[in-house]
């Protein structure tokens, strides 16, 4: 045993100073077990995978071996709440129990900064808006007392309120140590206590960005590190695919077009190419509109000539031809994309948004990750399909890594019911969407509120959502409708009988202990949509394997959706109550066992009498 498993497995101890001195801790067995892992897997450099279910602690099962090594750590999180709540309250907490001390940074994405110089460049243009300029002398005003830049810091969302590109700078446009405010920069001074951090806390986005080797000179760099502790690691592959493929919008062209006129203004001395350059971005717009890509090329192609030959004017014209270059390669990805990718268009018009992506991440993440010399554990409640890692594995590309599991403490048997309905329509139909509604509002009256009702798809949200909202006594939150994500969910926090509808976004991340939560109710099986043109691409790729499209992609894809949403359910050990997934095909279709075995182990019912009786045993 190595001296860092010996050391964590005593902290937790009956005697350590962890039980003593860690607002309450509770000694949980396979949290003692997993923190053995993890600290091996620090020891030997090796790859971990490991599913916790709810209850089982596995934040405090990392938290341990990473400030007891000498490594140098970096924690991933996809939700801001759980990056906020380790940085926050876990890392300093845990700290203070054991009387170790540790150098703690917090690293987000550029988006999340202030750029001093953008700011002060937008509050004093001539042709801002009465809104923009009230928002912009807030920020103003604000900047003045932040300690960090950290965007929020403010009482309102920037880019909710329309400024973001105002007052923040994108890779693209950031000149690095080239910029006169580079000693003051927010993003620069958080990434340079990344760099003498022991342990950095960030998220998934900005290391995929930073493994995608998206950003170049000044993007988003993350430093080395000897250990990568990824929490919410089901949530990988999805991500992946938007880091390493591509996305290019209109916005895209206008914002270079922008501050390509920008930057000829302060020049003044070139009317001819200011002129051709307005004319040309005007052509090139146009073809946007007609989505005729080959004209746009052509014209871009143009653009970027006249950029390239101004290029040794300054530093700030050499980054516009280095980022016209880089448009110039993206557009070719998207007229013709590369081998293992496929290419799509969503959106009209002014809203077009031409889609990259690779068909498999695997491949993707084991080139630009897994193969950097460092431990990596990859945790989640819900890594498994039916009690096998394999789904997983081929997502993530993993070809050699230990296997854990953790079983929940809770007692499902007793603390919660799920409810199946048998003789519900399809859901897919019109009959179907009355009765769900019918069934949701029986529910929901039965709990006296206390409910969340997940949704697969935004149709099904805005056609009951606000149905509910007319039938029910009780305060009714829909997504969309009631204001931002946080600001619904302390609603529905506080006010202990509301219900919150919402879609894909509350499925996973969302930490409801308490009576504010006895019921969720999902609508329907989340398969994703069939005409989706990247699930296409797999599912082809799958058969041509050899495989089954709906077997080895849809259906364990579905489940581990399906996994987290019941997750929001049973958040501690005094928490009771019922899950019901109003789809009736799981009793007549083959998945339907399978599905069955991917549930908590909790008695299922197909009664409404079941479930009212259920609550009222609470009175």
Known sequence: MSNLVGTVRHDFDDASALVDSLPGYARREEQIKLAGEIAAAFDQKSMLLA????????????????????????????????????????????????????????????????????????????????????????????????????????????????????????????????????????????????????????????????????????????????????????????????????????????????DMQALLDELGDEPALKQDAVLLGRELLEAWQKSDLEAVDEHWQQMTKHAESRRERSEEMARMADRAVQIVAEIAMVRKPAEGFVGWSDGDVDN??????????????????????????????????????????????????????????????????IYLPRNLPDPRSERGLDAMTDEMETLIRAAHGRAFVLFTSWQALNQIGPELARRLPWNVLIQGESGSRDAILETFRNDTHSVLCGTRSFWEGVDVPGEALSLVIIDKMPFAPPNDPLLQARIRRCEEQGGSGFGDIQLPEAIATLRQGAGRLIRSVHDRGVMALLDSRLYVKGYGREVARNLPPAPIKDDLAEVRWFFEQEA
């Open 352 to 417: 077009r948004r031409y889609v990259v992506a690779p068909v498999e991440t695997g491949p993707v993440l084991r080139q630009h990750l897994w193969e950097r010399p460092a431990a990596f554990i990859l945790v989640s409640a819900t890594l498994r399909v039916s009690g096998s890692f394999a789904y997983t594995k081929k997502r993530l590309g993993f070809e050699e890594a230990s296997e854990s599991f953790h079983a929940s403490p809770f007692d499902y048997g007793t603390q919660a019911m």
């Open 51 to 258: 599913e916790a279910e709810t209850g089982t602690g596995k934040t405090l099962a990392y938290l341990i071996p990473a400030l007891r090594s000498s490594d140098k750590v970096l924690i991933s999180t996809h939700t801001r709440s759980l990056q906020d709540q380790l940085v926050h309250r876990d890392l300093p907490a845990v700290q203070k129990a054991l009387g170790v001390r540790r150098r703690v940074a917090l690293l987000k994405g550029r988006s999340n900064y202030l750029c001093p110089q953008n700011l002060r460049r937008s509050a004093s243009g001539a042709q801002l808006e009465i809104w923009q300029k009230k928002s912009l002398l807030k920020v103003l005003e604000w900047s003045q007392t932040s300690s960090d830049g950290d965007l929020s810091g403010l009482d309102f969302d920037v880019f909710a309120k329309g400024i973001g590109p105002m007052v923040t700078t994108t890779a693209d446009q950031c000149l690095g140590s080239k910029c006169g405010d580079f000693e003051d920069c927010p993003l620069m001074k958080a990434r340079q206590k990344a760099q003498v951090a022991d342990i950095v806390v960030t998220n998934h986005s900005l290391l995929l960005a930073d493994a995608a080797l998206k950003s170049g000179e000044y993007g988003e760099i993350l430093p080395g590190f000897d250990v990568y502790v990824i929490d919410e690691a089901h949530s990988l592959p999805e991500l992946a695919c938007q880091h390493f493929g591509i996305q290019l919008t209109r916005l895209t062209l206008i914002q270079w077009l922008n």
